[in-house]
């Protein structure tokens, strides 16, 4: 968009712009690199954005709820969707592409500060910056 003259500029972003460079304490990491992966083996290397990894930790979510849900409801009833909202708002510390899931009956996000890392833009590229 902006070419060189971005250059330098620093800003705040998703985990997933730089997972290859995170640090291997990084809790995203793994999860980041297993989005990234399967999206730059369906559209190509270099391809990964952020957008496709929301839908991506939705997906992770659900994985992670059904199963929950199963054990006390059947799908397509009204009991299936009060059990899988339950287990959704029950979701804890689970890594998906953006960051670490904690979901709560008050908070939908679930996102804390591990969701967001500094990034520099050097010869048109993301670095990651340490804090």
Same mark, same amino acid.
């Given at each position: 968009? /902006?070419?060189?003259? /971005? ?12 997972? %290859? ?7 995203? @990491? @793994?999860?980041?690199?297993? =989005? #990234?992966?399967? =999206?730059? #083996?369906? =559209? ?7 957008? *496709? *990894?929301?839908? !991506?930790?939705? *997906? ?10 199963? #054990? ?11 059990? &899988? ?17 904690? +979901? ?7 996102? %804390?500060?591990?969701?967001?890392? +500094? ?6 590229? !993301?670095? &990651?910056?340490?804090?």
């Amino acid at each position: 968009m /902006c070419s060189k003259d /971005c250059d330098g500029e620093l800003l705040p972003a998703g985990p997933i712009l730089v997972a %290859d460079q995170l640090p291997e304490s990084n809790p995203v @990491k @793994k999860s980041s690199l297993a =989005y #990234k992966s399967a =999206y730059e #083996k369906a =559209y190509g290397a270099g391809s990964v954005a952020t957008f *496709g *990894g929301h839908a !991506w930790d939705a *997906g992770q979510m659900l994985q992670a709820a059904i199963p929950v849900a199963l #054990k006390t409801a059947q799908p397509g009833t009204e009991a299936f969707r009060v059990a &899988l909202r339950g287990a959704l708002e029950s979701i804890k510390e689970l890594p998906v592409s953006h960051g670490i899931m904690n +979901i709560t009956t008050a908070d939908h996000n679930g996102l %804390d500060k591990r969701a967001r890392v +500094i990034v520099q833009i050097v010869d048109g590229k !993301w670095k &990651l910056q340490n804090d």
